[in-house]
């Protein structure tokens, strides 16, 4: 078992920044892949960011490129997303999600393990 913990969400302006985190216990963090995944009210589940578990090969989905990061502390077992110049539509909950993979996985299904979600508002 994989326990995930996002943590860094709140409320911000349109064209601020945010970073949240989400801290893994349970297993050897550099096994998984990770990835962040957001859902809007009313709407689907849908792939933000992932990222290989050395941290070396990346994937973002096109309405976040250049605007989000995602990276890796395999020594802290943390998993972050960079957000700069938010918009409110990137207004959702945000999950962290976890999968012991070699591969980089952008489908919601892909993932075995999931966070609790972090609240992320942008105002306009």
């Known amino acids: 078992q994989v326990q995930l913990v996002e943590s860094g969400g709140g409320l911000v302006q349109a064209g601020g920044s945010l970073r949240l985190s989400c801290a893994a216990s349970g297993r050897i963090f550099s096994d998984y892949a990770m990835g962040w995944f957001r859902q809007a009210p009313g709407k689907d589940r849908e792939f933000v960011a992932a990222i290989s578990r050395g941290g070396g090969r990346t994937q973002y989905a096109d309405s976040v490129k250049g605007r989000f990061t995602i990276s890796r502390d395999n020594a802290k077992s943390t998993v972050y997303l960079q957000m700069n110049s938010l918009k409110p539509e990137d207004t959702a909950v945000y999950y962290c999600?976890?999968?012991?993979?070699?591969?980089?996985?952008?489908?919601?299904?892909?993932?075995?393990?999931w966070g609790q979600g972090t609240q992320v508002t942008v105002s306009s």
């Open positions: 999600a976890a999968d012991r993979t070699p591969m980089v996985l952008t489908t919601s299904t892909a993932y075995h393990y």
